[in-house]
């Protein structure tokens, strides 16, 4: 997602609208500094209105299909992002202390606490039957459904760059929802 130009500058940040990693058209930008060396590690452009429409229309446009997604194939999608997570727990962990300066050992606690949520999000098919009862009452059946939302959508703040977005989107998109994550500008990992 960072793209490193032919000149000294630091990579921007591409924005993943759909599947897709683009070029934001955004004319203004900003630097994130590493606070230990006042090195610029990178530029984030910010958003464009048309840019930020069209990632929510992306999201309104996956959504028919992901919400018919069954859930076991969501969750499998999810100890997928799982795996990743672990095996990058390290490289993630120094992206943090690189563009906000926490210690390495409280980035890594970051990741690890966003980790946890993911954990749960691929226990989530159980959670997603619904209930039927039958008989409550002389004729009468009960019966509950979970069914998605829609899109939802998540600012993240700069203090926990890892573990806040974690806990936002991968319960949202196990249950079937789409999602929309705008990090923080100051460290957008």
Known sequence: WLTEGTSPSPPRVRLLIGSDFVESKATEHV???NPATQEVVSRIPLTTADEFR???DAARTAFPGWRSTPVTARQRIMFKYQELIRANMDKLA??????QGKTLKDAWG???RG???VEHACGMGSLQMGEYVSNVSHGIDTFSIREPLGVCAGICPFNFPAMIPLWMFPIAVTCGNTFVLK???KDPG
Do not use: G
Request: proline share 5%; charged share 30%.
């Open 31 to 33: 630097d994130v500094t």
């Open 54 to 56: 069209a990632a929510v």
């Open 94 to 99: 120094e992206n943090i202390t690189t563009e």
């Open 110 to 112: 970051d990741v690890f």
């Open 115 to 117: 980790l946890e949520v």
């Open 183 to 185: 990090p923080s500008e």
